[in-house]
């Protein structure tokens, strides 16, 4: 079983919540500068390893009726060790210029015998995105804020306080935060305060070691506050998780929406109007699908072109972060964000009479959405295709007609045509990730060794190979097999072909001829296993048998089928006297099987691993369950062939 590794990245298209600023310090409560980040010197036992420390934390959001927002936030970190100061000496906020204006209020460094020491004008950078003339950005408005902190050493404490203006919500009337602390490491006076009208219809909720220390009405005032502290943290236990989940940690949600569908609703107002298709797309659509009769072909080739010829690029300009551009913008430029590719997607299927709508999801950690309903929670859109039953995603390039990324299968989906449905994206197929290595080898006296290595991929194991030899030109690929073998300290000649990797497709076939110089010890051993490079092979289901034991957590997970076919013939001058003995073996649908004869001196072998994980979550007793199996299977994989 492989663990899946899902993070927020920058890749992440959709910018929803509270605020739209962020700064080293702490784009949100939660995300403070840490002793991981600080010095990659990990997770302490206590606090006085760590090499900084947030001693404050106060985060202010004041309402107005129409869901505009100011955000105040003051910070103060001290410097434990000399590992962090590069880490903490800059500092840098940033806001969308269009919508915000930033305010520094207060930056100085705090010296370790009480005097203050203000970071000066010399110190800050302004950094803003603007057009050609006056023109606006086509792209990012985007403004930053970069300061340094003078004369820090450790023992210092650095503190800046700024304040955020909106001067526009996100959606009329809305405002909504979920932030989440990291409880791993000392955290000092965390404190949030949210003060917003009393006549706004609010719902909140806090998780974990989080207080509510008020909750009142104050004129026309609604004032709630929390606080938090972290005075002796010690050492997570899943330090690996893979899944995040806000309520089974420390944290806080706050929401004037009233349900997930009234999110997908105050997306779809501004955004269905983009998606009407316009004459030069009708006109488009009849171009790239000429010649395709069926719905499934139609839906299929406008995906491809979409996918093929839009490239992507972020839409940070103000309410761009919610609202698509217009379809000649990215027709004309021929790139855009997420919700550009769906509406754009979603205007071309109108066009041939298509129905098709949008829908929202976190690509994220995160496979269950919050009981408190926040914006920020989703921050992907895709399409779904009601007459065929169908998501998918144009965004993410590379990705057959069909087929959905790892990052957005299973998940919670908030669709737009219908808001209130507890929608959810297809998962992983049982065995649908798949790979067929045969390889045949002529081992030579002095150990050199000639021979032929042909792969078949379906699945992910093919798109990811796909994409990574996409670009691959003639000219590596006369290089290829010789580089592969000198990775391994080898001299080696061959040839490399493949399946053309450019059609969208989840199917690819590679092979290689090489003939390899001194390959192996003569007399020797060696454990049997791929010798070119494949995506899946069966060890990478079966792990290396050394991980520590898992938490109790949930994981990330997926499964697959790998199967290895050898057939090794031996010179006459050279004895086998020992191969890795039959195994079979079987636990919870997935199973191992290996044979291994011996005919004279050619060895065939065969090895299939069918991991009928099915994910893409896993609760820990099947983790446990699978790992058991696995510490079975793994002693076979390391057995090795021996010859004199």
Same mark, same amino acid.
């Given at each position: ?46 606090? +006085?390893? @760590? ?36 880490? &903490? ?8 210029? =269009? ?17 203050? %020491? ?39 404490? &650095? ?51 989080? +207080? ?34 806000? @309520?089974?940690?420390? $944290? ?10 009234? %999110? ?151 669709? %737009? ?27 030579? @006296?002095? $150990?050199?060794? +000639? ?21 691959? =030109? ?41 003939? &390899? ?6 007399? $020797? ?62 636990? $919870? ?9 011996? +005919? ?8 299939? %691993? ?10 820990? @007793? ?23």
């Amino acid at each position: 079983m492989r663990m899946i590794t899902l993070r927020l990245s920058a890749a992440i298209c959709f910018v929803l919540g509270a605020s739209v600023a962020t700064a080293q310090t702490a784009p949100s409560a939660g995300q403070a500068k840490t002793p991981a980040g600080a010095a990659k010197a990990a997770s302490a036992k206590s606090a +006085k390893e @760590e090499p900084l420390r947030n001693e404050r934390l106060h985060l202010t959001y004041t309402v107005q009726p129409d869901g505009a927002y100011i955000e105040q936030r003051e910070s103060a970190i001290k410097v434990l060790q000399e590992a962090a100061l590069e880490y &903490v000496k800059h500092e840098s906020v940033s806001y969308s210029a =269009s919508i915000q204006t930033l305010d520094i209020l207060e930056a100085y460094t705090r010296k370790a015998d009480g005097r203050r %020491i203000d970071v000066p004008k010399s110190n800050f950078q302004v950094e803003t995105n603007d057009g050609r003339e006056g023109g606006g950005p086509a792209f990012s408005d985007i403004a930053t804020t970069s300061l340094v902190y003078p004369d820090l050493a450790v023992g210092d404490t &650095v503190v800046l306080s700024y304040k955020l203006t909106g001067k526009k919500p996100m959606f009329e009337g809305h405002f909504s935060d979920i932030t989440g602390f990291d409880a791993d490491h000392y955290q000092g006076d965390m404190r949030i305060k949210i003060d917003a009208p009393a006549g706004m219809w609010t719902q909140k909720r806090s998780f974990g070691a989080l +207080k509510q220390v008020r909750d009142e009405t104050v004129g026309d005032r609604q004032i709630v506050e929390w606080s938090f502290q972290n005075l002796d943290p010690v050492e997570s236990k899943d330090k690996n998780r893979t899944i995040y989940d806000i @309520e089974q940690s420390t $944290g806080y949600a706050y929401s004037t929406f009233r349900t997930y569908g009234d %999110i997908a609703k105050a997306y779809g107002e501004r955004a269905l109007p983009k998606a009407v298709p316009t004459p030069r797309v009708r006109k488009l659509a009849d171009e790239i699908a000429a010649g395709k009769s069926s719905q499934r072909d139609v839906a299929q080739a406008l995906y491809e072109w979409v996918s093929t010829n839009i490239s992507y690029a972020g839409n940070c300009i103000g309410l761009g972060a919610v609202v698509p551009r217009d379809q000649e913008f990215v027709i004309d430029n021929r790139i855009g964000d997420c919700k550009d590719h769906a509406t754009l997607l979603q205007a071309l299927l109108a066009a041939k009479g298509i129905e098709a709508t949008q829908a929202l999801i976190n690509a994220g950690n995160v496979y269950k959405l919050p009981s408190v309903p926040v914006a920020s929670s989703v921050n992907h859109v895709l399409n779904y295709l009601p007459g065929l039953d169908l998501y998918i995603d144009a965004t993410a390039k590379g990705i057959p007609f069909g087929e959905l990324p790892i990052s957005i299968a299973g998940k919670p989906v908030l669709r %737009i045509d219908r808001p209130e449905l507890a929608a959810k994206t297809p998962g992983f197929k049982v065995l649908g990730n798949r790979q067929r290595v045969s390889t045949q080898i002529s081992v030579l @006296e002095d $150990g050199s060794m +000639k021979g032929k290595v042909e792969v078949e991929l379906a699945g992910v194991p093919a798109i990811v190979t796909r994409a990574g030899l996409k670009d691959l =030109s003639a000219e590596d690929a006369k290089e290829l097999v010789k580089k592969v073998f000198e990775r391994g300290g080898l001299s080696a000649e061959g040839v490399f072909t493949q399946d053309d990797p450019k059609p969208l497709r989840n199917a690819h076939r590679y092979s290689a001829t090489f003939d &390899v110089k001194q390959a192996l010890p003569v007399p $020797g051993a060696f454990p049997l296993g791929p010798v070119f490079f494949n995506p899946m092979p069966v060890a990478s289901l079966v792990g290396s048998g050394t991980e520590e034991t898992r938490d109790e957590a949930e994981s990330t997970c997926t499964g697959g089928r790998s199967e290895e076919i050898y057939r090794i013939e031996f010179p006459a001058t050279m004895k086998v006297i020992a191969v890795p003995p039959n195994l079979s073996l079987e636990s $919870g649908g997935s199973r191992y099987v290996a044979t291994y004869t011996l +005919k004279g001196n050619v060895l065939e072998a065969s090895r299939v %691993i069918e991991d009928a994980t099915v994910g893409p979550v896993c609760s820990s @007793e099947y983790n446990q369950a699978y790992d058991a199996f696995t510490k079975k299977v793994l002693p076979n994989l390391k057995a090795q062939v021996v010859y004199q």
